[in-house]
C-alpha cells in the first residue's frame, strides 16, 4: 500500500462529505512514461476509498479523440471530472506524490462537493469570467508551497468553464520546465503572458488574471 493507514482513515472520513461523484480519468502510456505505473497504483488506492470515486485508465496513444477532447497532450496525466466526465478543467501532468499528493485530495473535494478555500468575492468575481484562461502551475513533489498554487488555480477551474488549470511536474516535464523558464518552484503561468513566482492568495491570482486578459486586449489592467 502506499497510502498509509492512518492517512487512509482520514481520507474515508474526509470523503464521506463528498455530495456528487467523482471520476478520475488516467491518461497513461507503456512506453516513455517512467511515472505512469506508480501513477495509476496512487490512484486506484484512492479509488478505493470511497464509493463517490471511480478511475478510469485510457491508453493515451489509443485513445486519441478522447485525449483530445480533454487537452490531453502527454502522460502521466489526470483530469477530475465529475460521473458525466465532463470537463473541469481540473488537471493534473506527473505523478501526484508528495507534497502534490494533497492537490488531488483537494482537486477531488472541489469536484465533489465545491471549492472550499476561496472567499466569496474571489468566488463571484472569477464566474463573470467570459474569456479563455489557462493556468499553468509547475511544482514539484517535495515543494510545501506548491499546493496552494494548485489549490487556487484548481478551485478557480471547478467553478468556471472557462478557466483551465494545469499542475505541472517540473522534473517528469523538463521540456516544458525550459519552455516557461521555471527556475523554481512554485511558477505560475497565466495565458502565457503572466508569470507568478511563489505561492500567492486567491485575490492576488484573480489580479494576475485580469492583468493577462486586459494585455491580450491592449487595454491597462483594472485590479479593484
Known sequence: MLIQDDDRKVLVEEFKALEQKVKLLFFSQEINCP?????????????????KISLVEI?????????????????????????????SGVVFYGIPAGYEFISLIGAIRDIGQGPTELSDEVIKEVKKIDQPVTLKVFV??????????????????SINE????????ATEFPDLARKYRVMGVPRTVINESVHLEGA???QAVLASIRKALSEAEGQTPIIN
Open 200 to 202: 500567492h492568495p486567491d
Open 162 to 169: 472557462h478557466i483551465r488549470a494545469e499542475c505541472v511536474e
Open 59 to 87: 491508453p493515451l496513444l489509443l485513445e486519441g479523440e478522447k485525449a483530445a477532447k480533454f487537452g490531453i497532450d502527454r502522460a502521466p496525466a489526470i483530469v477530475v471530472t465529475d460521473a458525466y466526465e465532463r470537463d
Open 35 to 51: 511515472y505512469c505505473k506508480e501513477t495509476g497504483d496512487i490512484l486506484a488506492e484512492v479509488a478505493e476509498l470511497s464509493d
Open 140 to 157: 514539484t513533489p517535495t515543494c510545501p508551497y506548491c499546493p496552494k498554487s494548485v489549490r487556487v488555480a484548481h478551485q478557480m477551474a
